[in-house]
């Protein structure tokens, strides 16, 4: 069963940038999806970005330019890294940041994935 663990989280003032990464564990199959969703008090959980295991992209319309996802995968698909650079930050991306798997092409619609981590907090102030 995979296993996700976000790290990198933190806080930074308006305009600078972090790197979320997700260390995965457990085989993730050839048609691997992973994904970042974000969660801000109040607020419904939603999808940030996504990337499938042809290196297709998606992302939510307002980080589009801002953030990249990237992933870094064992030849065995054991073991794997997703990444979330995130730069250009601005106050209303204070959220907890969550890693998530599935398989399938790329999307960030929250019900087609199906292993979440446990969350990774960031908060950006003005």
């Known amino acids: 069963q995979v296993q996700l663990q976000e790290s990198g989280g933190g806080s930074v003032q308006s305009g600078g940038s972090l790197r979320l990464s997700c260390a995965v564990s457990g085989y993730i199959y050839s048609s691997y999806l992973m994904g970042w969703f974000r969660q801000a008090p109040g607020k419904e959980r939603e999808g940030v970005a996504a990337?499938?295991?042809?290196?297709?992209?998606?992302?939510?319309?307002g980080v589009k330019g801002r953030f990249t996802i990237s992933i870094d995968t064992a030849q065995n698909l054991l073991k794997a890294t997703v990444y979330l650079q995130m730069n250009s930050l601005k106050p209303e991306d204070t959220a907890m940041y969550y890693c998530?798997?599935?398989?399938?092409?790329?999307?960030?619609?929250?019900?087609?994935?199906?292993?979440w981590g446990q969350g990774t907090q960031v908060t950006v102030s003005s």
């Open positions: 998530a798997a599935s398989r399938g092409i790329a999307t960030i619609a929250l019900d087609e994935f199906r292993t």
């Open positions: 990337i499938d295991s042809d290196g297709t992209t998606v992302y939510t319309e």
